[in-house]
């Protein structure tokens, strides 16, 4: 097992209130598999992985286990987490722009990223990038290395993110969110990069999503978030064909009206 994480508790408190914002998460992620997240914006998707890397401030409590090659990821010191993060548990982030500092060049960021945490020259680090950057389509590296984030598009940051977090040769990939931010084409280009990093590498993914049909391209399991609380885990196909919670009827359900208005919609367009 890669990852099992057991009655993740997350309260957040102030020097006045206490919430609870994740109650008694339990998954696991085994080597090469996909686990997809679902659930409503402020579920509490993005809270789980901040919490499992390390991600949350001081103003968040967090109990539990987070095992990561038999390693309590909740135990760890910073600069053991800070290690960890990134080489072997690399995160794809929910908007492309914020991930990346503006003040540097691309190319600052890749050598900036790669040198900490594979131990090379600037140099030797921009080559190995430029080959996976063929990879994902992305051509001429010279003159991204020289552009500043602003100057990119999404779908070519998100793109530029993947790379350094594939450069990387990660144990686990979390992907949050990864094509809300970017147009249509870009994202079928994200999904299907996804999907050929689990052909070709022994890479588990944590895919983060509020869209159910996506996950059942990419999930072998699925876990389904409402409110904090666990509602639904198990296979992927199982959860979509037959989920057991209200909460998840209700997910499948209204995705399942949208697409027919969809199609309703565009079928009278076309006769008319
Ligand atoms: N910094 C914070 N301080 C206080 N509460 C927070 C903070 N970050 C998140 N929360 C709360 O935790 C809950 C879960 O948030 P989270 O960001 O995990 O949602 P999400 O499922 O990722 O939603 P989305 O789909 O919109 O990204 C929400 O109720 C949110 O208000
Ligand atoms: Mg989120």
Redesign the pocket.
């Known amino acids: 097992m890669l990852l099992e994480v057991k009655d993740l508790n997350v309260c957040?408190r102030d020097h006045k209130n206490e919430i609870q914002?994740l109650k008694d998460i339990t998954f696991e992620v085994e080597r090469n598999q996909c686990l997809g997240i679902l659930?409503e914006?402020?579920?509490?998707?993005?809270?789980?992985c901040g919490a499992i890397n390390g991600l949350l401030d001081e103003?968040f409590q967090v109990t539990g286990n987070a095992f990561f090659e038999n390693q309590d990821l909740l135990t760890l010191k910073k600069e053991q987490r800070r290690k960890i993060r990134g080489k072997k548990i690399a995160m794809i982030l929910?908007s492309p722009m914020t991930a990346f500092n503006p003040l540097f060049t691309i190319g600052g960021h890749i050598a900036e990223t790669m040198c900490m945490h594979l131990q090379c020259s600037c140099k030797e680090a921009l080559d190995q990038m430029a080959q996976v950057f063929q990879r994902v389509n992305l051509s001429n590296p010279k003159m991204i290395y020289a552009k500043y984030p602003h100057e990119l598009s999404g779908g070519m940051l998100q793109r530029i993110m993947i790379s350094i977090a594939l450069s990387l040769q990660p144990s686990l990939i979390i992907a949050d969110?990864p094509t809300t931010a970017i147009d249509y084409v870009s994202q079928k280009e994200v999904i299907s990069e996804l999907q050929m990093i689990r052909e070709q590498s022994e890479t588990s993914i944590i895919f983060?999503s509020?869209d159910l049909s996506l996950l059942s391209h990419l999930a072998d399991q699925i876990m389904v978030?409402n409110q904090?609380q666990m509602v639904e885990y198990g296979p992927a196909q199982d959860v979509i064909r037959s989920p057991k919670s209200e909460h998840t009827q209700h997910l499948i359900q209204t995705r399942r009206l949208l697409v027919q208005r969809f199609n309703h919609y565009m079928t009278n367009q076309h006769v008319s």
């Open positions: 957040w914002l659930g914006s402020g579920s509490g998707k993005s809270l789980t103003s929910q969110e983060i509020h978030l904090g």
